[in-house]
Nanobody
C-alpha cells in the first residue's frame, strides 16, 4: 500500500499560479506511475496529467496543455503539479493517484484525499 497526501491548494485569482505537491509513503515511490486528477462539483473525475515512473514521459489533458506541468522527484518521494495561467474552470478538488501500471484512465489503485483549488474570476 502507498499513502498519498496532497498539499498546496488554495484560493487564487484568474491568471495566477499554484504548485501542488503529493507526498508518498509506504512503498518505493519510483515503482509507481503517477497522475493528477480533478473533480469539480457535478462533474466526472478528469485525468489532468500523468507521468511515468522515471519522469521521462508525461501527458496532459487538452484543457491544461501549455499551462500545467507535472513532475516528480523520486529522491523526495513527491509528485508535483505546477499550474499557471489559472482559469475559473480549473476550480476543483485535485487528487493524486498511483499505480504500478501506466494508465490514462481513472482506474488507479491508490488515491490521496485531494486538495481544493479555487480560482476566482
Amino acid at each position: 500500500q502507498v499513502q498519498l497526501v496532497e498539499s498546496g491548494g488554495g484560493l487564487v485569482q484568474a491568471g495566477g499560479s499554484l504548485r501542488l505537491s503529493c507526498a508518498a509513503s509506504g512503498r518505493t515511490f519510483s515503482d509507481f506511475h503517477m497522475a493528477w486528477f480533478r473533480q469539480a462539483p457535478g462533474k466526472d473525475r478528469e485525468l489532468v496529467a500523468h507521468i511515468n515512473r522515471s519522469g521521462e514521459y508525461t501527458s496532459y489533458a487538452d484543457s491544461v496543455k501549455g499551462r500545467f506541468t507535472i513532475s516528480r522527484d523520486n529522491t523526495k518521494n513527491t509528485l508535483y503539479l505546477q499550474m499557471n495561467s489559472l482559469k475559473s474552470e480549473d476550480t476543483a478538488v485535485y487528487v493524486c493517484a498511483a499505480d504500478r501500471l501506466f494508465k490514462a484512465n481513472v482506474l488507479y489503485d491508490h488515491w490521496g484525499r485531494g486538495t481544493q483549488v479555487t480560482v476566482s474570476s
